[in-house]
């Protein structure tokens, strides 16, 4: 079952019209609390061509408030990972960070994922943990991990959630 959101927010796939207000909303430095972000999990950073190619894949969707840019969230099919999960700060902002993270997991499973990965930086851990995301491993240290995000010298836990597939009538049986 979805969260609910309020009426005046809309979650859909990113088209390339929407390119340049993605790359501002990832340019920003750091993780976690920015002026007008919270980041919960960025691997790309402001990578303008790693925003289109995961648009032209149909694996990045933004969270409009009022018509407005308030958050994305996106997967990367070669890692099954959360790429990047990133909200303006907006009214309700808790409630859009929930529903653009159910839409992910659906928009995962609909491209055969069974786990989605994620590497969360140690603030953002227990926002993940609470969401049924289990530990895998810890990186610690700088320069790029195996999960695609840089660590900036600071400790990235992996989480791990299994997804739920629906089963037919017929699979419970066999």
């Not at 796939?13 to 993605?22: G, K, L, M, S």
């Not at 995000?149 to 400790?155: I, Q, T």
Request: glycine share 10%; with cysteine; proline share 4%.
């Amino acid at each position: 079952m979805l969260t609910q959101v309020p009426q005046a927010v809309r979650i859909r796939p990113a088209t390339e019209a929407d390119t340049t207000a993605v790359v501002q909303l990832l340019g920003g430095p750091g993780r976690g609390f920015r002026r007008n972000a919270l980041v919960l999990n960025s691997s790309e950073g402001g990578n303008e061509r790693a925003v289109r190619v995961r648009i032209l894949d149909g694996c990045l969707l933004l969270a409009e408030l009022r018509g407005k840019l308030a958050g994305i969230a996106g997967i990367d099919l070669d890692q099954s990972a959360l790429g990047e999960l990133v909200l303006r700060t907006v009214p309700h902002q808790s409630t859009v960070a929930d529903a653009l993270l159910e839409h992910t997991e659906r928009l995962a499973l609909s491209f055969g994922m069974l786990h989605l990965r994620v590497a969360v930086p140690s603030g953002n851990t227990q926002w993940f943990l609470s969401r049924a995301y289990r530990p895998e491993r810890t990186w610690t240290g700088a320069g790029p991990s195996r999960a695609g995000a840089s660590l900036d010298g600071a400790s990235l836990q992996v989480l791990a959630r299994s997804l739920r597939r629906r089963q037919t009538r017929y699979a419970r049986l066999v």
